[in-house]
């Protein structure tokens, strides 16, 4: 067990303590013999809270929607509901694959504290789509609702139309949150996306200046109140804890030709699960020319070998290797292709629509979670993948030993590129999977650790 401290006492990044755990499960009388559990007695309901604004454009900078509630608030199965529309001068346009590009960053606040801070939330939630969504997804939700599918249908939608997408906000799907023992309630903000890297053209020679507006935005989440007496015990508790696995996403440029081989990753978190990291053409990232750039080119930049160095340790202490070297090979990119199916397939793509964990992982079966085959991932769709979980088997509640808070914990991100590459200027991704822990104190403010 880890213990934190904070604001003076201590807590444990443990699932054992969240609140839920004092509502009790009741046998009548009558079926002493023939047990079957019951929980407690109450009301659910959904309830929509609508943004502060009917429209919102890039201009905006980001679409804000305050929660307040008396009750306890569940956004297990939150959702997202607008419509949206999107134009260009001199072309048709349509919105890139899928509709959530438009979210750069995702903020959570109580009062004027931030408790939750995601940078580049459409960045990592395009890679997971395409690398690890559960291949009936597609055709269930599809370009109606989220967005995904070919940019034949995404065209028509262009014009107008409503769409109902994951909350997708890791602190807030981790468990039911008691508002009625919050003060200030809490405001989510979505900061909106510069249209060229959310927009693309129908016709790239002659498209020009990208917009979209988001219409009528709201979120839809569910309301529960308990029974009276458990709605106190609650109440009396004091301090709550919700832990859940989160992210940062941090992002390099590397030149092209300069055959840059080692990052330094600046991270001060605890409980760190695993590393991931992918290339994209930096030209292309912003360009509504260049189609679905977020979701399908992930280039290999000629990689051959990658690992981390923390502080003078290698991990792994071998190499991971990424394609063939010499004719003497036994194994080329297979062994990297094997190790992101492994930590990719343990990470949800698709929040709770598929009923999986909400705290961000996932234990599925890989050849169901990860979707790409070798052949793609070798040519145009490479995400590299350090886990550092010492079994892959270890439930995702548990932490690593991998603290880094300490404040002198060096990380780095190390890579052996073929001579000459990049051979564009390339954007390296790096995300790093860690634990953190929402505390709901016993003066009703909300805050973070990690």
Not at 95 to 117: A, E, M, P, T
Not at 208 to 214: A, E, L, Q, R, V
Not at 277 to 286: A, G, L, M, T, V
Request: proline fraction near 4%.
């Amino acid at each position: 067990m880890t213990s934190i401290s904070a604001n003076g006492a201590d807590f444990a990044l443990l699932k054992d303590q969240s609140y839920q755990r004092v509502l009790p499960s009741k046998t009548p009388a009558e079926m002493e013999y023939n047990t079957v559990a019951t929980g407690p007695a109450g009301s659910r309901q959904v309830v929509e809270f609508l943004a502060d604004n009917s429209t919102y454009t890039f201009a905006n900078g980001k679409a804000i929607i305050r929660l307040q509630s008396k009750g306890i608030l569940s956004f297990q199965n939150a959702m997202l509901e607008f419509s949206a529309t999107c134009s260009a001068t001199g072309s048709g346009a349509y919105f890139h694959n899928g509709i959530w590009n438009w979210i750069n960053r995702v903020r959570v606040l109580n009062g004027s504290i931030v408790v939750f801070d995601q940078l580049y939330k459409n960045s990592m939630r395009s890679m997971q789509w395409s690398c690890c969504r559960t291949p009936e997804t597609d055709s269930t939700f599809g370009d109606a609702c989220w967005g995904v599918s070919s940019c034949i249908n995404r065209i028509a939608r262009a014009s107008g139309y409503n769409y109902l997408i994951p909350l997708d906000i890791n602190l807030l799907s981790s468990d039911e949150i008691p508002f009625d023992s919050l003060q200030n309630g809490l405001t989510i903000e979505l900061y909106l996306e510069n249209p060229q890297a959310c927009v693309n053209y129908v016709t790239p020679s002659t498209g020009s200046s990208p917009t979209y507006s988001i219409n009528n935005l709201r979120l839809r989440c569910d309301e529960v109140f308990y029974q009276e007496d458990l709605m106190n015990k609650i109440r009396s508790i004091g301090t709550i804890l919700l832990p859940y696995t989160n992210y940062k996403l941090t992002q390099f440029t590397i030149p092209a030709g300069s055959n840059v081989n080692m990052v330094p990753i600046q991270l001060r978190v605890q409980g760190v699960k695993r590393f991931l990291f992918w290339f994209q053409n930096s030209s292309d990232i912003n360009n509504s020319a260049v189609p679905d750039v977020k979701c399908c080119e992930f280039l290999k930049s000629g990689m051959l070998f990658y690992q981390l160095k923390i502080d003078q340790t290698y991990y792994p202490p071998q190499p991971v290797k990424a394609q063939f070297t010499s004719l003497n090979d036994v194994t080329g990119f297979q062994e990297a292709f094997f190790q992101t199916a492994n930590g990719l397939a343990r990470h949800e793509a698709d929040n709770m629509i598929q009923q999986r964990q909400n705290n961000g992982e996932t234990q599925w079966n890989i050849f169901r979670d990860f979707l790409i085959n070798a052949d793609m991932y070798n040519n145009n769709m490479f995400v590299g993948v350090i886990d550092l979980k010492t079994f892959l088997a270890h439930d995702e509640d548990l932490l690593t030993k991998f603290d880094t808070t300490p404040g002198n914990t060096t990380i780095q991100l190390n890579f052996t590129l073929s001579n000459s590459y990049p051979l564009v200027t390339t954007t390296l991704n790096v995300v790093a999977i860690h634990s953190s822990i929402g505390v709901l104190d016993q003066k009703g403010k909300f805050f973070m650790i990690e």
